[in-house]
């Protein structure tokens, strides 16, 4: 039996260049009891490995934070040979092996949901929008008081300045 496998909807093209790119990563199916990506260790390791990964393809992470089952994340290219695709697929595969040793119960969904942010749309608002996740979730009621949240390449405080 051949399995087709799903394409995702846009072409690699457009993760190219100095764009943002929303996504969010959910993980597979019903989460083995007592995981949550909300641990200190894994968002420590999580964090180092998005920095790496976006390090090596020409990119920054505006805005990073982690649910109990899901995380949602900025990509920003910096330059016109940026490649967020690489960034975001690296990241997945090297978080995905690490849950693999260290969870073996628990895997990433094979895609992810994604938002080419326009050029007209103003980052702070987006970056805003993640923040206050977990406060639509309920599980603060301030945005600054989640600790499972941050910044790579870029201070967040420079990213929000003018909208708070």
């Not at 457009?14 to 019903?30: D, N």
């Not at 934070?65 to 330059?79: N, S, V, W």
């Not at 995905?96 to 992810?112: A, E, H, I, R, Y």
Request: proline share 4%.
């Amino acid at each position: 039996m051949i399995v087709k496998e799903k394409i995702h909807r846009l072409p690699k093209e457009f993760y190219r260049g100095e764009i943002s790119v929303a996504f969010t990563l959910c993980l597979k199916g019903s989460v083995a009891a007592g995981f949550s990506l909300r641990d200190f260790k894994i968002v420590n390791t999580f964090t180092e490995i998005l920095d790496s990964v976006v390090a090596k393809t020409g990119c920054i992470a505006p805005v990073y934070c982690f649910m109990p089952d899901h995380q949602h994340l900025i990509i920003t290219g910096t330059r016109s040979n940026s490649d967020i695709w690489k960034a975001i697929v690296g990241y997945k595969q090297k978080t995905g092996f690490w849950l693999s040793v260290n969870n073996p119960n628990v895997k990433w969904q094979k895609d992810f949901y994604d938002h080419v942010i326009k050029t007209d749309e103003n980052i702070a608002v987006q970056v805003r929008y993640i923040l206050d996740n977990p406060v639509r979730k309920g599980l603060v009621s301030s945005w600054e008081e989640y600790p499972f949240k941050g910044s790579i390449g870029c201070r967040l405080e420079d990213i929000l300045n003018g909208i708070i």
